[in-house]
């Protein structure tokens, strides 16, 4: 007797708007955790386009709140892991993950005190509408390790428009500091698109702005620990000559020296490659 053929599968159950959800949950976005959420799903398919093709690849997510971007990620083709500290929003996205089996995986965890690495097994991309207050934090972990190149592919992030204008800021203009050099001395940054504030609800006091960045061959004989020391110095100070700001740096002044970078110089001057020339002066010199 032929068997009779197996039922389809059932359609993945319709999400309701995020207004709605909102709504329903009671959800409001804390000033507190620097929640601002965002609603326009055209606008969320656009952030997720930023970085190519998400078809089954492995994607970081932080804060994603009621889910706006989840389910945009999701749309794309991404297997999305989610870290959010905020429970109120866990019962909206474990809709959203019933509605995409197997395809996200939700974290209720501070953002700030995992390793994303310890989350995948292979290469992921990072994409997050970062939460203000924690960003740059976030931003300069996951820039910082000394292993390199790291096993992020990407990061698709965004900041306030001011934030993201020094991550992309060139040598002696008044945005350009510290995170420029950590952003751009073994990656490529661009601005990818300006976010109005009157796009998220409640609408910040500020325009925002999505930055991508992708990681580049490392200069050699650099020290990631080192080229931090030196910028954290050198703009620690900024107004002052690089003489007086990083005198409490051991073997810095006469690196500048040997290399012929004046030291009456401020730091907002130096180019990338000057300061990578300073520290790999200073590492060799351990």
């Given at each position: 007797m032929n068997s009779s053929p197996p039922p389809p599968s059932s359609p993945a159950p319709p999400l309701p708007p995020l207004r709605e959800v909102i709504a329903r949950h009671g959800l409001s976005a804390s000033k507190a955790l620097g929640q601002n959420f965002l609603f326009d799903e055209n606008l969320l398919d656009r952030i997720a386009a930023v970085p190519g093709s998400l078809a089954g690849q492995q994607v970081l997510e932080?804060?994603?709140?009621?889910?706006?971007?989840?389910?945009?990620?999701?749309?794309?083709?991404?297997?999305?892991?989610?870290?959010?500290?905020?429970?109120?929003?866990?019962?909206?996205?474990?809709?959203?993950?019933?509605?995409?089996?197997g395809k996200l995986r939700v974290i209720e965890d501070d953002?700030?005190?995992?390793?994303?690495?310890?989350?995948?097994?292979?290469?992921?991309?990072?994409?997050?509408?970062?939460?203000?207050?924690?960003?740059?934090?976030?931003?300069?972990?996951?820039?910082?390790?000394?292993?390199?190149?790291?096993?992020?592919?990407?990061?698709?992030?965004?900041?306030?428009?001011?934030?993201?204008?020094?991550?992309i800021a060139e040598p002696d203009t008044s945005a350009?500091?510290?995170l420029a050099v950590l952003a751009q001395w073994r990656s490529r940054a661009r601005l990818a698109m300006k976010v109005h504030r009157s796009a998220f609800t409640p609408p910040p006091k500020v325009m925002s702005a999505i930055v991508h960045v992708e990681p580049t061959e490392a200069p050699g004989g650099v020290s990631m620990k080192i080229l931090e020391r030196l910028t954290?110095?050198?703009?620690?100070?900024?107004?002052?000559?690089?003489?007086?700001?990083?005198?409490?740096?051991?073997?810095?002044?006469?690196?500048?020296?040997?290399?012929?970078?004046?030291?009456?110089?401020?730091?907002?001057?130096?180019?990338?490659?000057?300061?990578?020339?300073?520290?790999?002066?200073?590492?060799?010199?351990?």
């Open positions: 932080v804060g994603p709140g009621p889910g706006g971007l989840t389910r945009a990620l999701l749309r794309a083709g991404a297997k999305v892991t989610a870290i959010e500290m905020d429970r109120r929003c866990l019962p909206a996205l474990a809709e959203v993950e019933a509605a995409f089996p953002a700030l005190k995992i390793d994303p690495a310890s989350l995948f097994d292979g290469p992921y991309a990072i994409v997050a509408n970062l939460p203000y207050n924690v960003g740059t934090a976030l931003f300069t972990g996951w820039l910082t390790g000394e292993a390199w190149p790291p096993q992020w592919t990407s990061l698709t992030l965004m900041f306030q428009e001011e934030v993201a204008r020094r991550i350009y500091g510290r954290e110095a050198a703009f620690g100070q900024r107004r002052k000559m690089l003489r007086q700001s990083v005198k409490g740096l051991p073997g810095a002044i006469a690196a500048l020296e040997m290399l012929g970078i004046d030291p009456q110089r401020r730091a907002e001057t130096l180019s990338v490659s000057e300061f990578v020339a300073v520290a790999r002066v200073l590492t060799s010199n351990r």
